[in-house]
């Protein structure tokens, strides 16, 4: 298999992001976004996606964290679009349900070259820490964007807003990992009936 790496810069007026991964690695994670909870979230992508995955960021977070939130996830889209090529080969589906504790949540995902989310989360307050829970959404829907995915996200279950937002990334690590293995079965052939995706 050709190596599967991507870097990926984005300024704009309000944000600089740097984005460098390997859907073939090992987990390994480097993480400064100046949005501490974001960065632990990302790390669980990295670990449970067997992904290695570096983003460092500066933005506008004297605003407040939305234009960071959403260009790190509109530019992770953009690696791993870039980074999963043609996408022959590839399982195209993936799907996990990821309990912490109380908390279970639900993702799947299909490298469909259609952009759509299906967010359903509802957390028990409206911040973990300083982040605001409502920009999850905002990260979510650029990463579709640019990704050209389509994801569902349902937290199932839970009490505890950190727990059931950790179900959600670990769950989309995982989910991310079984659409991204290869196939045997399907080596030179494209994962579906139009022919291109």
Do not use: W
Not at 10 to 34: K, P
Not at 72 to 83: D, R
């Amino acid at each position: 298999m050709t190596s599967r790496t991507a870097q990926i810069k984005r300024d704009t007026l309000e944000t600089r992001i740097q984005v460098t991964l390997n859907l073939d690695g090992q987990g390994r994670g480097e993480f400064a976004t100046g949005v501490p909870f974001l960065d632990h979230m990302l790390d669980q992508v990295a670990r449970h996606g067997c992904i290695d995955l570096s983003i460092q960021a500066d933005g506008d977070r004297h605003i407040d964290d939305h234009h960071t939130v959403e260009d790190i996830g509109i530019a992770l889209g953009q690696a791993v679009a870039q980074a999963v090529g043609d996408k022959q080969g590839i399982r195209r589906y993936g799907h996990a349900y990821v309990p912490l504790d109380e908390a279970l949540s639900r993702v799947v995902v299909d490298f469909s070259g259609r952009p759509g989310l299906q967010y359903h989360v509802a957390y028990p307050r409206d911040r973990i820490g300083q982040f605001e829970v409502e920009l999850f959404e905002e990260f979510f829907q650029g990463f579709v964007n640019h990704a050209r995915v389509t994801l569902h996200l349902d937290n199932l279950r839970g009490k505890n807003a950190h727990h059931i937002a950790e179900t959600l990334f670990k769950a989309f690590g995982r989910a991310l990992r079984m659409a991204l293995e290869s196939d045997p079965r399907m080596q030179g052939v494209m994962p579906s009936t139009k022919g291109v995706l």
